[in-house]
């Protein structure tokens, strides 16, 4: 009997402890499911959505020169280690978490589990510090060294004199961490804006030729869609990532044509798009329209009326404030976008933390214009002032492609004539406005910028991923040909602010130094702000999901649904 | 013939680097190059800098020239500055497309031209014979995006018959007869378009051609004879008048290529001729300069062609 007994108690705890082990690890294999892929919740799942941009991607290697139809297609097929939330902070993507370091200058990235790229491959901190490194390698073609040259050993890296960058390092599998040289508050931003490459197939291409490459063409990453082809001229088509970790996509498929803003109009009215951008005179037509929906967007860019500072005439304070009062910017906001739109009175976007709210408003008063030009000694004679023999007349640059901005230069001129100065407009395509913004001498060579070159521009401007970008713009040391300062803004206390903005990590402390930026560069009026436009799309009923934002027009598209 | 051939290809030969040689001054001249279609306050001027000398820019116009005939010698038309992407490869992907559209509306706009052109000879200042001629005139005078607006708005959004734009319908997958018909049906407008504006112009030149025909001594003739009047059209009149007709069916060669503009940016047809504006919208010389080579090879082909045919339909064109 004790024989048997034993024997029942020791098979019982073998079958208890084998029990045991099944439960946990079938319980170690859920959660591990759970980690890996995390389930979504769709109105509907599979079809095909088709979607429309205003123009052509260039490049769809995203370290390659990339414009906003760049990265529109970017985002489908790639992902960063963070994104942008709504409100610009951010959040995790391929990283699931992140640590700052004591001194602030170092920044750890912890990568998920079972992240994987579109052709079935482990994601590893190896891609990313691959991504990062090929941006320092002195045969990158692609120009957005400049973005990460605060981190450690790139410049060096670049020069030729190092190995590797010192500042990256691959701690293991699922952890990277960056090390800047001092710290760098713009530095989480700029991991932001970075879509990381597969080592396995990019790294397999040589680098001086990543933009001839057939990749360039056909990316690969890890984003919510896998890229399927892409028709010059006419569409890229893209399906949905199975093993994306958010959770597949509802959309089986996503169509992007490309095509001039009035056609994709028509085809969205007449059915053939699920939602596109549409141009401010179109407003109307979605709106009655029963089977579309209108969306208004806020956006980050304004425009403005740049100043040749070196002109005399308008190194004159007087005139660029009689300028600016005499233009009647409440009009283009209600005639020439009919309302999707708002005046700004400084050179941040008035949505954006960096906006000082408390800034004084720029007043339409023709009076108090004439009365300043008059005081600076600029006399009527005949319709014009003039002053010693000079005409008050200036020249303004209005580059094409914005069809708003373009019509704002009639506007511009025939107030400035009601206060007495000649404004001639010369209309000319972007190009050939860099050309004068950004001269070069006659053998080509960039050359700093005089009188002649210009005097008054319209241009847009505004905040990407951090008001950092403005800094080249603002700084005196910048000006052409070393970099974007072609206005010629010369204000010391400006500049402290903005180099001190780019080590200040306090984000309250750093909001308060880009709003005095912003209270003296509104003083200062080197740029006249004009209007910040709202940005309009449609979207068709059978789409939902559909949800535009600041940030464009793919935010929660893996949620897109089409019924 | 065969000596005169010669001579004519010798001849083209010349053209061509001429003519690729002052395209390629004049596209250089225009203000701002490739890396300056763009601001971007994350890429400093040392970037675009050190990008230009990488794509060659910085170098004396002749030597850039140069360069680019020694590859294009070697059958390489070089990469598009503004993708990479090999320019002949770019620039084929369009040629399918182009000759449909064009290949298209030229036929039909021969054959309607033709008739309405003949048919109006036959009946001068008659009610049928002005209501042509105006037609002709409005078609001319009515710039072509203004027809394509107006056909867009009326058969495809009002009526909902046919679809805005596009070579097809991308998010279906069609395959054989559906596929074609889907095809044909993205075609109709943007061929309307062309036809409309093309035979306006075509049809005025065969009326006074035909009517000019049928005015000469011959045609008397014949009608004295008792020769029937549909015969002593199309078997005296039509031929004789056809020589005019021949140099411009020699000019519309290269047309059948270069594409149409407007059309294929209002109707986004990946066409030659938007390609062409896009590329020197962005300063992308190399896909500008292998369209302008492939332009003057087609007028080159295209008045051999129509010399040709001279030789062949005018038995007093002798060629030596």
């Known amino acids: ?563 | 013939m065969l000596p005169y051939f010669l001579h004519r290809v010798l001849q083209g030969a010349v053209i061509l680097v001429l003519v690729s040689f002052l395209a390629f001054i004049i596209s250089l001249a225009a203000p701002g190059n490739a890396l300056q279609t763009f601001i971007d306050p994350n890429i400093p001027p040392s970037e675009l800098r050190a990008a230009e000398a990488r794509l060659g820019l910085d170098r004396p116009v002749h030597v850039q020239y140069g360069s680019w005939l020694g590859e294009l010698v070697t059958g390489n038309l070089g990469y598009s500055f503004r993708t990479g992407r090999p320019v002949a490869e770019l620039v084929g992907s369009r040629l399918g497309p182009t000759f449909v559209l064009m290949g298209t509306a030229f036929v039909i706009t021969l054959a309607l031209a033709i008739w309405l052109g003949v048919a109006t000879a036959a009946r001068p200042y008659s009610l049928f014979d002005y209501t042509v001629t105006g037609a002709a005139f409005a078609g001319i005078s009515v710039p072509s995006f203004f027809t394509a607006m107006a056909l867009i708005y009326v058969f495809a959004l009002r009526l909902g018959w046919l679809p805005t734009s596009g070579l097809e319908d991308y998010a279906a997958s069609y395959s054989g007869w559906a596929q074609l018909a889907d095809r044909a049906q993205h075609l109709v407008l943007p061929v309307a378009v062309l036809v409309l504006t093309g035979a306006a112009e075509l049809v005025r030149h065969v009326r006074s051609a035909v009517g000019e025909a049928l005015r000469q001594d011959y045609v008397r003739t014949a009608r004295s004879k008792g020769v029937s009047d549909a015969r002593v059209l199309r078997h005296h009149a039509l031929r004789n008048s056809l020589l005019p007709v021949i140099t411009l069916v020699g000019v519309a060669l290269p047309r059948l290529l270069a594409g149409a503009v407007v059309v294929e940016v209002v109707f986004t047809w990946p066409g030659m001729g938007r390609l062409l504006v896009e590329s020197v919208f962005a300063r992308d010389y190399p896909v500008a300069m292998a369209i302008n080579l492939l332009g003057a090879v087609l007028v080159l082909l295209g008045s051999l062609l129509a010399d040709m045919l001279y030789a062949v339909a005018d038995p007093r064109v002798r060629y030596s």
């Open chain 1, 1 to 563: 009997m004790r024989a048997n007994a034993v024997k029942r108690t020791a098979v019982k705890r073998t079958a208890v402890r084998r029990t045991i082990a099944a439960v946990a690890l079938a319980a170690l294999i859920a959660v591990a499911g759970a980690q890996a892929e995390e389930t979504r919740e769709c109105a509907a799942t599979g079809g095909t959505a088709t979607i429309a941009q205003w123009s052509e991607p260039g490049n769809l290697n995203p370290l390659i020169f990339p414009t906003t139809y760049d990265t529109n297609i970017q985002e489908l097929v790639f992902a960063r280690l963070i994104r942008p939330t709504e409100t610009l902070t951010f959040e995790p993507d391929m990283a699931e978490s992140w640590e700052v370091s004591e001194d602030a200058r170092t920044l750890t990235f912890t990568l998920r589990e079972g992240l994987t790229w579109h052709d079935g491959e482990p994601v590893t901190a190896s891609d990313v510090a691959f991504t990062f490194t090929s941006m320092a390698d002195p045969e990158y073609p692609g120009g957005r060294f400049a973005e990460i040259s605060i981190i450690e050993g790139a410049q060096e890296y670049q020069d030729g004199t190092a190995e590797s960058v010192s500042g990256i390092q691959v701690l293991n599998d699922r952890t990277i961490s960056f090390t800047t040289l001092e710290p760098f508050a713009p530095f989480l931003p700029v991991i932001g804006g970075v879509y990381i490459l597969p080592e396995h197939i990019y790294g397999a291409v040589d680098i001086a030729q990543w933009q001839q490459d057939e990749t360039n063409r056909r990316p690969l990453g890890s984003g919510p869609f896998v890229f399927e082809q892409f028709r010059p001229g006419e569409f890229i088509e893209v399906s949905a990532f199975e093993d994306y970790w958010e959770g597949r996509p509802c959309l089986d498929r996503l169509i992007v044509r490309f095509g001039d803003q009035n056609t994709m109009l028509a085809a969205l009215l007449s059915g053939e798009l699920d939602a596109a951008p549409v141009p401010i005179d179109g407003a109307a037509s979605v709106e009655s329209n029963p089977d579309l929906e209108l969306h208004v967007v806020d956006s980050l860019s304004f425009q403005y009326i740049g100043t040749n500072l070196r002109n005399p005439i308008l190194a004159d304070h007087a005139v660029r404030e009689a300028i600016a009062m005499a233009v009647n910017r409440e009009a283009m906001v209600d005639g020439l976008l009919q309302g999707y739109g708002s005046t700004l009175n400084s050179i941040f976007p008035t949505n954006h933390w960096s906006y000082p709210d408390d800034v004084t408003p720029i007043t339409y008063d023709v009076e108090a214009a004439s009365a300043l030009l008059e005081e600076a000694g600029w006399t009527l004679d005949g319709e014009y002032r003039s002053k010693d023999g000079q005409e008050l007349a200036l020249r303004l640059f209005v580059p094409t492609g914005n069809q708003v901005r373009e019509r704002t230069a009639p506007i511009i001129q025939a107030n400035l004539r009601q206060v007495g100065i000649r404004v001639d407009i010369q209309t000319m395509d972007f190009a050939t406005l860099v050309t004068h913004l950004m001269p070069q001498d006659a053998e080509g060579t960039p050359r700093s910028v005089n009188v002649e070159d210009f005097d008054l521009f319209l241009l847009g401007f505004g905040i990407e991923r951090d008001p950092n970008e403005y800094l080249s713009y603002l700084l005196s040391s910048d000006s052409p040909p070393n970099g974007f300062n072609f206005i010629g803004v010369d204000t010391p206390e400006v500049e402290e602010l903005m180099l001190e903005g780019r080590v200040t990590l306090d984000q309250d402390a750093r909001a308060e130094l880009y709003q005095e930026v912003g209270r003296l560069m509104r003083e200062n009026l080197a740029w006249i702000p004009l209007y910040q436009a709202q940005d309009l799309y449609g979207s068709s009923s059978r789409l939902s999901g559909f949800q535009p934002d600041v940030r464009g027009v793919n935010p929660n598209v893996a949620n897109w649904s089409v019924e």
